[in-house]
């Protein structure tokens, strides 16, 4: 019989290694956790298993970005998605706590929340993925509030997506209409002192 340790390097995907630099600087979100213990169902061995899967594959691509943190809000997931390859959706932040943008798209857009792809998963994890899906499929009345829940969720994601973005938008029309202003009172005070330069010969 395999040891935990045992278990734990055989499921470490090679592109996360155990023990990365920024593990401690990822933290699971409300909903990461809930989604891991309360829906899954994962304890003990397997939710540190699956939770150390989770802030390795963020943390290794942190250096990417340059980030200084990271919050994950959705595991591994497809489900309610419009992205079909298994991503972790995370928050990074710089040192200064500002969040970094992500880009995605063509034409490329640009978002509050990076999908992070994933390698191969856990077994603890694919095992606990099967059995909910049996079990939704014995309850399909589960099923279906599952299923109501994650698209209230992603729509209410999109929406304040959008805000943040037309904030933005408004934020940099601000900052040009400002820089235009600036601009112009430069340019009539080089024309005044040349017309004072003028007057004066």
């Given at each position: 019989m395999?040891?935990?340790?045992?278990?734990?390097?055989?499921?470490?995907?090679?592109?996360?290694?155990?023990?990365?630099?920024?593990?401690?600087?990822?933290?699971?979100g409300?909903?990461?956790?809930?989604?891991l213990q309360?829906?899954l169902?994962?304890q003990?061995?397997?939710?540190?298993?699956?939770t150390?899967?989770?802030k390795?594959?963020?943390?290794?691509?942190?250096d990417?970005?340059?980030?200084h943190?990271?919050?994950?809000?959705?595991?591994?997931?497809t489900?309610?998605?419009a992205d079909?390859?298994?991503?972790i959706?995370?928050?990074?932040?710089?040192h200064?706590?500002?969040?970094i943008?992500s880009?995605y798209?063509?034409?490329?857009?640009?978002?509050?929340r990076?999908?992070?792809?994933?390698?191969?998963?856990?077994?603890?994890l694919?095992d606990?993925r099967?059995?909910?899906?049996?079990?939704?499929?014995?309850h399909p009345?589960?099923?279906?509030?599952?299923?109501?829940?994650?698209d209230?969720?992603?729509?209410?994601?999109n929406?304040?997506?959008?805000?943040?973005?037309?904030?933005a938008?408004?934020?940099?029309?601000?900052?040009?209409?400002?820089k235009?202003?600036?601009d112009?009172?430069?340019?009539a005070?080089?024309?005044?002192?040349?017309?004072h330069?003028t007057?004066?010969?």
């Amino acid at each position: 019989m395999n040891s935990s340790n045992d278990l734990v390097r055989r499921t470490q995907p090679e592109a996360a290694p155990a023990n990365h630099a920024h593990h401690g600087k990822v933290k699971l979100g409300e909903g990461a956790e809930h989604r891991l213990q309360n829906v899954l169902g994962l304890q003990g061995d397997a939710l540190q298993v699956v939770t150390d899967y989770h802030k390795n594959t963020v943390a290794a691509e942190m250096d990417k970005h340059k980030a200084h943190s990271a919050t994950i809000h959705y595991i591994a997931h497809t489900e309610g998605s419009a992205d079909p390859k298994m991503h972790i959706t995370a928050t990074l932040k710089d040192h200064k706590g500002k969040t970094i943008p992500s880009k995605y798209g063509n034409p490329e857009k640009e978002g509050q929340r990076h999908h992070i792809y994933t390698g191969q998963l856990p077994k603890e994890l694919e095992d606990a993925r099967q059995q909910r899906k049996e079990y939704l499929l014995k309850h399909p009345e589960e099923a279906n509030k599952h299923k109501t829940k994650v698209d209230a969720k992603a729509q209410k994601q999109n929406e304040q997506d959008e805000v943040k973005k037309a904030k933005a938008a408004k934020a940099r029309e601000e900052g040009l209409k400002k820089k235009a202003l600036l601009d112009r009172e430069k340019e009539a005070r080089k024309a005044e002192n040349k017309a004072h330069q003028t007057h004066g010969k």
